[in-house]
Antibody
Framework: QLQLQESGPGLAKPSETLSLTCTVS??????????WGWIRQPPGKGLEWIGS???????YYNPSLKSRVIISVDTSKNQFSLKLNSLTAADTAMFYC????????????WGQGTLVIVSS | QSVLTQPPSVSGAPGQRVTISCTGS?????????VHWYQHLPGTAPKLLIY???NRPSGVPDRFSGSKSGTSASLAITGLRAEDEADYYC????????????FGGGTKLTVL
């Protein structure tokens, strides 16, 4: 059974850079038929797609976040990572990593999520 | 403001049928992109409920069904149960936003 697990600091300071990692187990991140993505949910709000990456390193991002986001992949560790810079309190959210089906575009496996609070 | 519009809340009594709408435009649902639906219970990971507009992953009861027409899609839940109380999100793809994945704003289902 495929599993995804997010890891990273639960607290970050304004103006700093957030770094999160998603570790994939029970399957290979080098799948040719999947992308891997990050989605977040601010408290009391809905889901927001941040961006996705293919195992080759090809990425695409939410246009509203593109200037602040970098997603990378490490196939040797079966992990992909998120960096979000210039943090503000508005970036406080639950962050999820998920697997995205290439053909349909749906996210079929999700991590449990990690809460990140941006506060000084 | 989400590109895909959902009602903030719906409700129904146990055993009843409810529907949740997801309204888009000619740049997303109306352009022929598939719609997917997720169930999200507080404190848990979102769960894929419907994919490719009307397909259920293994393990999802047939009480859940999806449809799509024009620039809108709908999720129907029949035989409502207490455990269906959750947030529901639609998701699609929008070609006007640099080819972007988009979610609806979410709908809170309350089982009365």
């Amino acid at each position: 059974q495929l599993q995804l697990q997010e890891s990273g600091p639960g607290l970050a300071k304004p103006s700093e850079t957030l770094s999160l990692t998603c570790t994939v187990s029970g399957g290979s991140i080098s799948s040719s038929v999947h992308y891997w993505g990050w989605i977040r949910q601010p408290p009391g709000k809905g889901l927001e797609w941040i961006g996705s990456i293919y195992y080759s390193g090809s990425t695409y991002y939410n246009p509203s976040l593109k200037s602040r986001v970098i997603i990378s992949v490490d196939t040797s560790k079966n992990q992909f990572s998120l960096k979000l810079n210039s943090l503000t309190a508005a970036d406080t959210a639950m962050f999820y990593c998920a697997r995205r089906d290439n053909a349909g575009g749906h996210f079929d496996y999700w991590g449990q999520g990690t809460l990140v609070i941006v506060s000084s | 403001q989400s590109v895909l519009t959902q009602p903030p809340s719906v409700s129904g009594a146990p055993g009843q049928r409810v529907t949740i709408s997801c309204t888009g435009s000619s740049s997303n649902i109306g352009a022929g992109y598939d719609v997917h639906w997720y169930q999200h219970l507080p404190g848990t990971a979102p769960k894929l409920l419907i994919y490719y507009n009307n397909n259920r992953p293994s393990g999802v009861p047939d009480r859940f069904s999806g449809s799509k027409s024009g620039t809108s899609a709908s999720l129907a839940i029949t035989g409502l149960r207490a455990e269906d109380e959750a947030d529901y999100y639609c998701q699609s793809y929008d070609r006007s936003l640099s080819a972007s994945v988009v979610f609806g704003g979410g709908t809170k289902l309350t089982v009365l």
